[in-house]
């Protein structure tokens, strides 16, 4: 059973830069692909970034490259999603989910572990 804690959210102005950690406990870190995802008011929540076990691989949404950076460091227990060049329509509750499999976690699903999410607030 893994446990997953999201930080580093917050209110900021746009263009400014924040970095979410996501941290683990209750497993083998290095066993689990981990994927950040996010969710705005009304609507579906979406695929942000993903990582493979080792950190040596990653996958972006289209809309995310650029500008958001995943990395992870296993020692630590912690998965990362660097945000740069924010924009309003990046506010949502951010949510990291483990899996314990060698594939990229791009898409939601419920048996997955999951974070209780961060708020990141983006004004104009």
């Known amino acids: 059973q893994v446990q997953l804690v999201e930080s580093g959210g917050g209110l900021v102005q746009a263009g400014v830069s924040l970095r979410l950690s996501c941290a683990a406990s209750g497993g083998t870190f290095s066993n689990y692909a981990v994927g950040w995802f996010r969710q705005a008011p009304g609507k579906e929540r979406e695929f942000v970034a993903a990582?493979?076990?080792?950190?040596?691989?990653?996958t972006y949404a289209n809309s995310m490259k650029g500008r958001f950076t995943i990395s992870r460091d296993n020692a630590k227990n912690t998965v990362y999603l660097q945000m740069n060049s924010l924009k309003p329509e990046d506010t949502a509750v951010y949510y990291c989910?483990?899996?314990?499999?060698?594939?990229?976690?791009?898409?939601?699903?419920?048996?997955?572990?999951w974070g209780q999410g961060s708020q990141v607030t983006v004004s104009s």
């Open positions: 990582i493979g076990r080792s950190g040596v691989g990653t």
């Open positions: 989910a483990a899996r314990g499999s060698s594939m990229y976690i791009t898409r939601k699903n419920d048996d997955d572990y």
